[in-house]
C-alpha cells in the first residue's frame, strides 16, 4: 500500500476568485492603534468592504487594510468582504477589544535560523517582501522579527539600546514593514549581555560595539543564577525595561522576543508591566528556559513561552521539541494552552536555512520530516514562526507552508490544545519483527470537528489507526485528509491509513 504524502497544491495566491483567510477572532485593546490586514488570495486588484466595526476604526477598500483606535472594549462582530472580477468572497469575524492579544497563536516570521547574526535591515526587508511575494502574508504570516545582533550601544533620547549600523533607521524600517500591512518584532534580554555572538565576532562584522540588554551594572545579588552566570550571562543591578520599551514603542515595534535563563517570574513581570502600559499593543513572547512551575506569571504577562532547545533542521530536534521534551522534563503544557496563551515550540526549521553571511542552504530534513515538523506545530498548537530565507522557496516548501486548510487547524478559535490519543511504541530483537514508534494525537475545533494526527516516528512505514471512540464518537464520521485536501469518505469507527517513516498525516473528522 502506497505510504506516501502527496501535498496538494496551493493556488495562486495573486489569481482566480477571492477568498479570505485568517482566524474568526482578533484581539486588541481599546485606545491603542490597530493595523489589520484582512489575509484575502485571489487575483489583482480585490477591492474590500465591511460590516460593523466599532467606532475609531476604519478601512482601507484598496488595501484590505483596518486601522485607528477605538474606545469602547467588546466583542464586534464584523463581516469581511473581498471581490475581484472573478466574484465575491465574506467571512464572519469577531474584533474582541480589550479581551486580550494573541488570540490565536502568532503566525510571521524570524530572522535566526535564516542569517542568524548576518541579520541586516536589508534582509528583514526582503523577508518582508517574500511574505507578500509568496502569498503567505495572504494566508496569514504577518510578524517580521529581528532576532537578535540588531543591538549597538545604549543612548538616545530614552537612554534606551541604539541599532548597530547593520539598522541605519529603524523607524523607518517599521513604517516599511507596517506599509505592507505587517508587524515588525525585536528582541532582547534582562541579561546585561544577550545571547548572538560573541563580541569579536560583533567586531569582525559590524565593528561592534557587543550586545547588550535590558540590565547593566554588577550581578543583582537576588536573580536566579545558573550556569550562564559564569559566562558573564546574568540580570544587572540597574535596569532600563521603561527606556527600551519607550524607544520600541516610538519605532512601532508590535512584538518582544524576550530571552533568558531561568526565565523566572521577576524578571518578566518587570517587562511584562511597561509592556501591558505601553502606548501600544506588543505581543510578549519569552524563552527559553520556561518551566511549569512559573506557569501563572507566564499567563498573566505573557503571549507564548518557551522551555525547549532551539530547533534546526535535523530529525532528533524535532523529535525532542515536538514529541520528547515534555516526557523529557515531565511537564505537560497542553492544560495551560488557550487564547492569549501559547506554549512555544520554537520557530519552524523549515525552508532554506541559514549557511554563510549571503547565502543560505537547502533544508536536511527530508519532505516527510517536513511534513511531520510542520503537522505537529499546527496541531499543537505552537505559534508558526518560520525562519528561512523566503526568496529561496521551492514548489514543495510553498505547499507545506501555505496550506490553508492546514493553517486553519492552527488557528482554530476555540484554542484547545491537541492531546495525546494513543502511542505505540514496540521493539525487539526478533528477526523480521518491526519496530513501531506511532503517536496520534487529537483535538477539538470549534465548528464540532476534530482534527487528527497521526505520527509515524519510525524507521519504515506503517498502518496507524484512529478509533472514533478516542474522539468521544459512537457513530460514523466523514473524514478529509488535509494535506492532500482530498475526501476520504464515510468511515465507520476506524480509520486506518498508511503513514511514510518519519511521516505523519492530517485529518479532519466531522461527526
Known amino acids: 500500500m502506497d505510504s506516501q504524502v502527496r501535498l496538494a497544491s496551493v493556488e495562486p495566491w495573486d489569481q482566480g476568485a477571492p477568498a479570505i483567510h485568517g482566524p474568526d477572532i482578533y484581539g486588541a485593546s481599546a485606545t491603542k492603534p490597530l493595523l489589520y490586514a484582512i489575509p484575502a488570495t485571489g487575483e489583482r486588484p480585490l477591492s474590500f468592504a ?5 467606532e475609531g476604526l476604519r478601512l482601507d477598500p484598496a488595501t484590505g487594510f483596518i486601522t485607528g483606535a477605538t474606545r469602547r472594549e467588546g466583542e464586534f462582530r464584523v463581516l469581511l468582504r473581498a471581490g475581484n472580477r472573478h466574484g465575491k468572497a465574506e467571512k464572519e469575524f469577531i474584533l474582541a477589544i480589550g479581551r486580550g492579544l494573541a488570540l490565536t497563536p502568532p503566525m510571521g516570521w524570524n530572522s535566526w535560523n535564516a542569517w542568524r547574526r548576518w541579520v541586516d535591515d536589508v534582509k528583514v526587508r526582503a523577508a518582508a517582501d517574500g511574505l507578500v511575494r509568496t502569498g503567505l502574508a495572504a494566508r496569514g504570516y504577518t510578524y517580521v522579527n529581528i532576532d537578535s545582533c540588531w543591538q549597538g550601544a545604549r543612548g538616545g533620547p530614552y537612554n534606551a539600546i ?51 540588554g535590558c540590565s547593566s551594572g554588577d550581578p543583582e545579588p537576588d536573580a536566579p543564577r545558573d550556569y550562564f552566570f559564569y559566562l558573564g550571562k546574568y540580570v544587572g543591578i540597574e535596569k532600563h525595561e521603561p ?60 503571549h507564548m513561552w518557551r522551555g525547549t532547545a532551539d530547533t534546526d533542521d535535523s530529525w532528533a530536534n524535532i523529535l525532542g521539541n515536538g514529541f520528547l521534551a515534555e516526557d523529557c522534563q515531565l511537564e505537560d503544557w497542553r492544560p495551560t494552552i488557550g487564547p492569549g496563551g501559547w506554549h512555544d515550540l520554537d520557530m519552524l526549521a523549515l525552508g ?16 516527510d520530516e517536513q511534513i511531520t515538523h510542520m503537522t505537529a506545530w499546527a496541531l499543537y498548537p505552537s505559534p508558526l514562526i518560520l525562519s528561512c530565507n523566503l526568496e529561496a522557496l521551492n514548489d514543495f516548501e510553498l505547499r507545506l507552508l501555505g496550506n490553508e486548510e ?99 498525516q492530517l485529518i479532519r473528522v466531522t461527526p
Open 50 to 54: 465591511v460590516e460593523g466595526l466599532p
Open 352 to 367: 532554506p536555512q541559514s549557511d554563510t553571511r549571503m547565502s543560505t542552504r537547502p533544508n536536511r530534513l527530508t519532505p
Open 243 to 302: 527606556q527600551d520599551l519607550a524607544q520600541w514603542v516610538e519605532w512601532g515595534v508590535d512584538f518582544l522576543k524576550y530571552d533568558w535563563t531561568q526565565t523566572d517570574a521577576e524578571c518578566l513581570e518587570r517587562m511584562g508591566r511597561v509592556v501591558k502600559a505601553a502606548a501600544r499593543d506588543i505581543v510578549l513572547s519569552i524563552c527559553t528556559g520556561a518551566r511549569l512551575k512559573y506557569i501563572d506569571a507566564y499567563k498573566t504577562w505573557a
Open 406 to 504: 492546514v493553517i486553519a487547524v492552527n488557528q482554530d478559535r476555540l484554542g484547545q490544545p491537541a492531546v495525546r490519543l494513543r502511542e505505540e511504541r514496540i521493539q525487539s530483537f526478533a528477526p523480521g519483527r518491526p519496530h513501531h514508534n506511532a503517536r496520534v494525537w487529537g483535538r477539538p475545533l470549534a465548528d464540532g470537528s476534530f482534527a487528527v494526527g497521526l505520527f509515524n516516528l519510525a524507521e519504515r512505514p506503517d498502518e496507524l489507526s484512529l478509533d472514533l471512540h478516542d474522539l468521544g464518537l459512537h457513530h460514523s464520521a466523514t473524514a478529509r485528509n488535509l494535506w492532500e485536501r482530498r475526501h476520504l469518505g464515510r468511515i465507520g469507527q476506524r480509520l486506518s491509513i498508511m503513514v511514510p517513516a518519519h511521516g505523519a
Open 162 to 212: 541604539q541599532p548597530n549600523r547593520k539598522f541605519p533607521d529603524m523607524k523607518r524600517l517599521t513604517d516599511y514593514i507596517h506599509a505592507r500591512g505587517l508587524r515588525l518584532g525585536i528582541y532582547s534580554t534582562p541579561w546585561t549581555v544577550a545571547w548572538g555572538c560573541e563580541e569579536k565576532e560583533a567586531m569582525q562584522d559590524w565593528g561592534g560595539p557587543g550586545l547588550i
